[in-house]
C-alpha cells in the first residue's frame, strides 16, 4: 500500500469525508489521531480514562519523553509538576511491580480525580495536533457521566476542533461546550439509581486552575452527536439548547457499545441481539437537517471506498471508520493483538460477538474471540473481581441517604450488599481494566496476576482483503488513501 499523504480536504474548509472513530482506552490514541489528521481528515483521540493512561504512562518512563514534553505545555505548570512528582518514575517500574491507584471519579471530594482527568486530556489532545494544521477531534461516552466535564475542558484547554460524544443521549453536551470553552462553571445532571430527580454534579474550571485562572483564548469545539437513528438526531436538533453541530450515525455494526434492538429483546442462536428494518436509519429523514446546515457521517461497516461513495449519494459529508485504524500500525493496540486479529482473519477462525451481557453499562459490546483475552470464558473465571478505576460505576442512593457507587462488574458480594440485583452481574466483563490492558497498560495484582485485555471491533472486517491481504502491516494513511482512492 502507498504511504504518501492523502488529499487535505479540511484545509480548504470541506467537512472530512472520514472521520476516524474514538476507539476503546488508548486504541484512539495521540499517534493515530495525529497520523489521520496529518492527511486532512479527522483524527479522534479516545477521552476515555485518560487520568489511568497519563499516570501509567508515566509510571512506565514515559519513553521517548512525549508526555512530560505536553505536560509542559499545561497553562499551570505547578499542576502538572505535582503530575510529574506523582507518577513519573524515571526507567520505568520494576517488572512485576504495581501501578500506583489514581483517584476515582466522584459527585462529592472527586477534586484529585477531575483535575487528573483534565490534564490526561489536555496532554492526549496537545500531543494529537502538534506540528500539524489538521484538525482533532476526541470521542466521549455520554455514560461515563462523572468524566465529562472535566475531560471537555481539558481537551479545550489543549486547542480541541470536535467532541464527539455517543453511548447515551448527549443534549447536554453543546450547551457544556460552550460554557466550558468560556471558562464558566457549569452543573452535570446525574442519573442516580433509586432517585426520582437528578443528583447536580459541578464543576468549575476557575477552581481547578486555582489562582491561574482560566486562559481567555480558548474555542468552543464542534460537538458532533453519536446517535442510532435520525429520529434521535431531529430530535437533538428541535432546540437550539441541545442542537450539535453534526450528527454520527452509527449503525448496530459498528464496534464497542451500540444501542440495543428496538422493542423486546430478541437473541438468535448464537445469543447475539435480533436486530430489525426498524433499526436501520431512514436518511432520507437527515435530509432537513443537511437543508439547516447540519451535516452528518455514517458509521458502522463503513470502512470501503464504495460505502463512502453511498454516504455521499444519501446526502452524508461522509463516514466514521473505526476497526481498519484499530488494527493499523499507528492504532494504540498492543501489537501482539493486532496480529493475533489479522492472523485469525486471513484463516477465517476469528469472531466477534456482540455481547448483551459483557458491558457493565448494559448496551451490547462486540467482543472479538482471540485466546488469553477476556473473551474466554476460563479467562473471566479466573479473574478476581475488582473494581478499582470505576469509569462505568452508576452512582445510587443508600437506605440513610447518601450517595454510593456500585457497578455490576465489581465483586458480587459488594455489588448485592450495595443494593445490587445480582442477575444483572452474571457475565459482565471489567472493561475498565480489560481496555487498559489491550493498550498494554494493564495493573499487576498481588501474587503476579496481570490483567488480561479485551479486544472490541467492528464485525464487518471485509476491509483487511484490501489493506492487509497476507497479514502484513499497514498504517493509518493507507487507510485513508483507500478510502478515498488518493493515488500515493
Not at 201 to 227: M, N, Q, T
Not at 434 to 445: D, F, I, N, P
Amino acid at each position: 500500500m502507498p504511504t504518501a499523504p492523502a488529499t487535505a480536504d479540511t484545509a480548504a474548509g470541506a467537512p472530512p469525508q472520514v472521520i476516524q472513530g474514538g476507539m476503546g482506552v488508548g486504541v484512539s490514541g495521540w499517534r493515530l489521531a495525529r497520523a489521520v489528521s496529518r492527511t486532512g481528515q479527522l483524527g479522534v483521540v479516545s477521552g476515555t480514562a485518560l487520568d489511568a493512561v497519563l499516570a501509567r504512562r508515566l509510571q512506565l518512563g514515559d519513553p521517548g519523553g512525549d508526555v512530560r514534553r505536553a505536560l509542559a505545555a499545561f497553562p499551570v505548570p505547578e499542576l502538572a509538576a505535582a503530575v510529574l512528582d506523582r507518577y513519573y518514575v524515571p526507567g520505568g517500574l520494576a517488572e512485576g511491580e504495581r501501578f500506583r491507584t489514581e483517584p476515582m471519579l466522584r459527585a462529592e471530594r472527586g477534586e484529585a480525580a477531575d483535575l487528573l482527568t483534565v490534564i490526561g486530556n489536555f496532554v492526549e489532545v496537545w500531543l494529537a495536533k502538534e506540528g500539524h494544521e489538521g484538525l482533532v477531534g476526541v470521542n466521549y461516552l455520554a455514560k461515563v457521566q462523572l468524566a465529562v466535564a472535566p475531560a471537555l475542558f481539558g481537551a479545550i484547554l489543549a486547542g480541541v476542533d470536535h467532541v464527539l460524544v455517543g453511548a447515551g443521549v448527549p443534549a447536554h453536551i453543546p450547551q457544556l461546550a460552550t460554557r466550558l470553552s468560556r471558562g464558566e462553571a457549569v452543573t452535570v445532571e446525574l442519573t442516580v439509581d433509586g432517585d426520582e430527580g437528578v443528583c447536580e454534579h459541578r464543576f468549575d474550571p476557575g477552581e481547578v486552575l486555582g489562582s491561574a485562572g482560566v486562559p481567555a483564548d480558548l474555542r468552543r469545539p464542534a460537538v458532533l452527536a453519536i446517535v442510532s437513528l435520525p429520529v434521535l438526531a431531529s430530535y437533538l436538533a428541535r432546540d437550539e439548547v441541545t442542537r450539535p453541530d453534526g450528527f454520527v450515525i452509527e449503525t448496530h455494526g459498528a464496534g464497542g457499545h451500540s444501542a440495543p434492538p428496538r422493542g423486546a429483546l430478541k437473541l438468535d442462536a448464537d445469543g447475539e441481539p435480533v436486530y430489525g428494518p426498524r433499526d436501520l436509519p431512514d436518511l432520507a429523514k437527515m435530509a432537513s437537517l443537511v437543508d439547516q446546515g447540519i451535516p452528518f457521517w455514517l458509521a458502522g461497516g463503513a470502512a470501503h471506498p464504495e460505502r463512502l461513495a453511498e454516504a455521499k449519494a444519501a446526502g452524508a459529508a461522509g463516514v466514521q471508520v473505526g476497526s481498519a485504524f484499530a488494527l493499523c500500525e499507528d492504532s494504540g493496540m498492543t501489537g501482539e493483538l493486532r496480529a493475533q486479529v489479522k492472523s485469525r482473519a486471513w484463516h477465517g477462525t476469528l469472531t466477534v460477538r456482540n455481547d448483551v451481557a459483557a458491558s457493565p453499562t448494559g448496551f451490547p459490546f462486540k467482543v472479538a474471540d482471540l485466546p488469553g483475552t477476556l473473551s474466554e470464558p476460563a479467562v473471566r473465571e479466573a479473574r478476581r473481581r475488582v473494581c478499582d478505576l470505576g469509569y462505568l460505576r452508576t452512582p445510587y442512593r443508600t437506605p440513610k441517604g447518601a450517595l454510593g457507587y456500585r457497578c455490576p462488574a465489581e465483586p458480587g458480594a459488594a455489588y448485592a450488599r450495595k443494593g445490587g440485583d445480582t442477575a444483572l452481574a452474571e457475565g459482565k466483563v471489567c472493561l475498565c481494566n480489560g481496555l487498559l490492558a489491550t493498550v498494554g497498560l494493564a495493573q499487576r495484582r498481588p501474587g503476579g496476576a496481570v490483567e488480561a485485555p479485551v479486544v472490541t471491533l467492528g464485525q464487518d472486517l471485509a476491509f483487511l482483503a484490501h489493506l492487509s491481504p497476507g497479514g502484513e502491516p499497514y498504517a493509518a494513511v493507507d487507510v485513508v488513501n483507500w478510502m478515498t482512492q488518493t493515488a500515493g
